[in-house]
């Protein structure tokens, strides 16, 4: 069993690629390379280039390989999905493209990498209710069914190409919350997907990530480590405000300056078995990147301080 720590490029605020304060992907990568990760993951569609040759001789001029894919698209309306489809394709392409570094296989992993995550995004009614269960707006079963056949339509696409998608339940999207999780579990076989738990947003959004680590433990293929700062957290659960502007305000921290408690989290990733790779994430406004480098050290040093490798 092993587990090995990686990085994203949210670290560095790069959750909306149009957002026009984003630091140059060049500069994310040097400085994940700084960090002393061995791999990233590709952040948001579009970011990153899709080209192949471009990517690969950044990620080998920082010793790095990538973990995972990202699909952060509203995956509700159908609308949408020929795009999600194509955006699909486009990373699976340059995932799989053979010119790119790549990961070693780590004893136990269930799936080779790079994986894909696959997160539902975009909605307003839910972004502004990101952390309350009791209000959030819910589906109705149709919409839930419509829901799932374009979730799993997203993750066989990626089947094709030999990359594991991983669902991502993600605050202020339409899987968010316990009942949300469960149902994804039962309407998604494990052939088709497995689940990607990110032990902040169970944590932001009322569960408890040891316990449900565990609960999902036979499902669990890839892990996200965030910390959250219980001050700001408590203070953005009290304001209308979206997601990732309270991020902006830093209900995001280093790991090990938080709430969450990272070596009850590793004795029960331990418990369960879990090899593989987990990635650490730390949401925050991109004009606050120039601190990022100094966080992402932080949280590397303290989780191996408790006994995580990188």
């Known amino acids: 069993m092993e587990m090995s720590i990686c990085g994203a490029p949210c670290c560095w605020g790069v959750d909306d690629p149009k957002n026009p304060y984003l ?68 990373i699976c392409h340059l995932i799989t493209d053979s010119r790119l570094p790549r990961l070693p296989h780590l004893q136990g992993q ?11 995004w975009g909605h307003d009614e839910r972004d502004y209710a990101a952390g309350h269960s009791d209000r959030a707006p819910r589906l109705s079963a149709k919409q839930w069914a419509d829901f799932m056949a374009n979730l799993r339509a997203v993750c066989q696409r990626a089947n094709r190409y030999g990359v594991r998608p991983v669902i991502h339940p993600h605050a202020g999207g339409y899987i968010e919350f316990a009942d949300e999780i469960e149902a994804v579990v039962r309407d998604i076989p494990y052939e088709v997907a497995g689940l990607c738990l990110d032990t902040g947003h169970l944590y932001y959004s009322g569960m408890d990530p040891v316990a ?22 408590q203070q953005v659960l009290g304001e209308h405000i979206r997601f990732f502007d309270g991020c902006g305000k830093g209900s995001m921290c280093p790991i090990g300056t938080g709430s969450l408690d990272y070596p009850g989290i590793k004795q029960a990733l331990e418990e369960i078995g879990y090899s593989g ?34």
């Open 212 to 233: 449900y680590l565990k609960k999902y433990a036979d499902r669990l293929d890839y892990v996200h480590f965030k910390d959250v700062n219980e001050t700001v957290y």
């Open 23 to 90: 630091p140059p992907w060049q500069q994310v990568l040097k400085e994940a390379g700084l960090a002393g990760y061995r791999a990233i993951e590709l952040g948001p569609y579009g970011y990153l280039p899709i080209d192949a040759e471009t990517v690969s001789k950044e990620l080998e001029k920082n010793g790095l390989a990538i973990v995972a894919g990202t699909i952060f698209h509203d995956l509700l309306d159908p609308a949408n999905q020929e795009s999600v489809l194509s955006a699909v394709d486009d």
């Open 110 to 120: 269930k799936f080779p990498t790079p994986y894909m995550t696959v997160m539902d």
């Open 277 to 310: 790779y987990i990635t650490i994430e730390q949401e925050r406004d991109p004009r606050n990147s120039g601190t990022s480098l100094q966080d992402v050290k932080a949280s590397v040093e303290y989780l191996k301080s408790v006994g995580y490798l990188i």
